[in-house]
């Protein structure tokens, strides 16, 4: 099957863009072990970008996986769900990718937050949290 530079590019480009939600998809999988949402997502920018998909079935991945997202609470893993979003999307609209890449990135960085938050806590009395943890700083800092 011949295939223009530009379709080529975007195959490359979903290909990337599920590399790097794939990379956080255990955030969201940590919390919500039932929802497949996301998995099938990347799953999806992957076939679309293997031919094996038409773009409206991976556009159908990206909505359901932003609806994972809408449905959840935690940040970190609002944020993978919609890397995997992103990445599906990209079968349609190639600058998909750049938001599957920052939500990937905004997806760890409040993993590591909340980490490096959980290790905090743990070192100090819980009677000293409200002066730790103000709440102008941190409004999920408290548990």
Do not use: N
């Not at 955030?27 to 773009?55: H, M, N, Q, S, T």
């Not at 932003?66 to 959840?72: D, F, N, T, V």
């Amino acid at each position: 099957m011949w295939l223009s530079d530009e379709k080529r590019d975007q195959r490359t480009l979903a290909l990337w863009a599920a590399d790097c939600a794939e990379r956080v998809l255990p955030i969201f999988e940590a919390k919500y072990p039932d929802d497949d949402r996301p998995r099938k997502a990347i799953e999806a920018a992957r076939a679309w970008a293997r031919g094996k998909l038409r773009v409206g079935e991976a556009r159908a991945a990206a909505l359901a996986t932003h609806a994972a997202a809408r449905e959840a609470t935690d940040p970190a893993a609002i944020a993978a769900a919609r890397a995997a979003g992103h990445a599906a999307a990209t079968a349609h609209v190639a600058t998909h990718c750049s938001a599957a890449a920052h939500y990937a990135i905004k997806a760890a960085h409040e993993a590591a937050a909340e980490e490096e938050r959980a290790w905090q806590r743990e070192r100090l009395p819980e009677r000293l949290w409200p002066i730790a943890f103000p709440q102008r700083w941190h409004a999920d800092a408290t548990p």
